[in-house]
């Protein structure tokens, strides 16, 4: 079966090799295989929607993305989006486009990634739709959660003297993907794989981990007055949430915790360090707004969540101007990254 | 700023162009700009789900197909499979994937087209996602309604002695399509246009109207037994709902309501002229069974339905099998669409 393709097995030869591989939690009552997927809402909450696509060539290079990670990657970036608004995670849509000569295998593999995640956050994949693609493979996601009317997390609720968070460590994806990139070019060995961080941070690139649990502390808790997710990177996330809430935000560069190797890297490659990991997306760890005088709440949460780290990097300013705060004075945050640009 | 790319402007003001034309209704909690969309369920309903993708060179050809039209039905198709469910439309995610040399003014076709369907069915945009293509135009979109518990409209309910019903008629959206074809490809006057049916054709091809109004009627009366859109040719529709119902089907070729011209363009291409139109696709009416001892509710859904026919084309049978009975005998029902085929 392995080296069959796409075209050779068909639409609905793939559609029942999905399907045969799902289990329906009761609230789904209508899976795959109908016009639409039919679920009971969670009595009590709101509907999260949220829909995010991954294209090869854009966001992953099949060279050296293995297939397993091109279906986790599609559905975290997705959970990484319902934990920044505070979202229990319950179903996910599939869509698929794929080229016809596409090996079989490669969407056994996409599909494991995806699954394996699914079932860690146990969400239930409820429908999608295959289509043939004239060129890349693309899969797009739609993850569906719920949350309590008053535990919504958004981005707007920033005040001057929040203080700023970040959960775990930055600019680790960006090294990761370099990393990944040079071997790909230039061959075995030619990558980071020889420093002690690399395989760290393809990990991260390659496997990121939503934080779901942390997102749904911190609207539990109420401990949060904004949050979002860095799939941009550090410095469009502290730029999305001072525009959505009107304020400004000064960052402490000293304080924000690279994942190990990123200065180091960024030095050896001539780049400006902190300018670069700040800009570097693909990272997916929460950046929240706190109060100082609720910090209770926040201690509860960091118990409950493990070992996740969280760091406090700044503050929420007065103004709008956005600050990066080193020893040598102040600068200008750098941009995030955009598509298109 | 018509003759614009999609690179020039970039992804943050190509989202502001968005969602500076949408006006969100009271449920919508949390609307586009924040990392998911927050919205009520409707009290004492399902959610219904469901994705499509529209795919340029797969779905669409850009020579011909207006980017209006590409907007509308990337929106439609998904509100057809809604109909087909019972569910009344709410809201839909729009994920976006763009080459970087599109002309912007391509980007608010697609957005007219699908706003002014959107509006037509109260479908508030909720959210959605805009990233680069490295080639084709792709448009996926997934739509939320919501279908009281007694209400939902599947495909497994039909059983033996049901009649077996379509809306409108079918066959024309695969004409239209070629008729359009063999314009683009020939030139202006080589397509179908002289004929009288031609326009009407190539209509229901790129502007396809979603049967929302006769689902829901279907739905709220109980009037239906099993029911499915036409996305893939009456013969996939009879197909599916057989399969996932466990009964056979024999239809009259002779009660099948094809779209004027139908018959008489495959006749005059050397094609086998029923055969040819019940595997062409994209007509999106709804195929559904009926029991007959409750034709009273069938009769009050037509009254409600306006000018919508609703077309008795055959009966369920206790065997599995798929017949088209025909002047001249029975014969078995041609395949449909299906993709990688």
């Known amino acids: 079966m392995s080296s069959r393709t796409v075209s050779e097995i068909g639409e609905h030869a793939l ?24 679920i009971e809402p969670e009595r009590g909450a709101l ?31 997705n959970l ?46 409820i429908g999608g739709n295959i289509t043939r693609s004239p060129g890349p493979v ?16 958004t981005r707007t609720g ?13 600019g680790g994806a960006l090294v990761g993907l370099r990393s990944l990139q040079r071997t790909a070019d230039d061959g075995v060995g030619a990558g ?34 904004a949050c979002i997710d860095l799939s941009d990177g550090l410095a469009d996330g502290i730029r999305q949430i001072a525009a959505a809430s009107g304020v400004g935000i000064a960052v402490d560069e000293d304080a924000i915790p690279f994942a190990e190797g990123v200065r180091e890297y960024h030095q050896a490659h001539g780049h400006d360090p902190v300018c670069t990991a700040l800009a570097g997306g693909d990272d997916y760890e929460l950046l929240f707004t706190a109060r100082p005088s ?25 103004g709008q101007q956005l600050v990066l705060r080193t020893a040598s004075g102040a600068r200008d945050l ?8």
């Not at 999905?18 to 639409?36: E, F, N, S, Y």
């Not at 698929?96 to 969400?123: K, N």
């Not at 926040?298 to 300013?317: E, F, N, S, Y």
């Open 15 to 38: 559609i029942s090799r999905i399907t045969a591989r799902l289990a329906m939690p009761p609230w789904v009552l209508v899976g795959p295989g109908d016009d639409a997927a039919v």
């Open 192 to 225: 980071l794989k020889t420093r002690p961080y690399a395989v760290e941070c393809e990990e991260k690139y390659l496997r990121p981990e939503p934080r779901v649990r942390a997102g749904l502390l911190l609207g539990r808790n109420r401990a949060a007055t």
């Open 80 to 125: 990484s989006d319902l934990a920044a608004m505070g979202a229990q995670p319950r179903a996910a849509l599939l869509s698929l486009v794929l080229p016809g000569d596409l090996d079989v295998s490669v969407v056994d593999g996409m599909l494991d990634g995806l699954m394996t995640i699914a079932a860690r956050y146990r969400v239930a994949l």
């Open 158 to 170: 920033a005040r001057p003297g929040d203080e700023v968070y970040v959960t775990g460590t930055v």
């Open 294 to 318: 609720v910090r209770g709440r926040l201690r509860a949460v960091r118990q409950q969540a493990g070992d996740l780290p969280m760091t406090k990097i700044g503050v929420v300013t007065k």
């Open 334 to 341: 750098p941009a995030g990254f955009e598509h298109f640009r």
């Open 138 to 153: 693309m899969v797009d996601v739609t993850a569906i959660g719920s949350v309590r009317p008053r535990r919504v997390l």
């Open 47 to 77: 509907d999260v929607l949220t829909t995010d696509a991954q294209v090869e060539g854009v966001h992953f290079d099949r060279r050296f993305v293995p297939p397993d990670a091109i279906g986790h990657r599609a559905l975290a970036v």
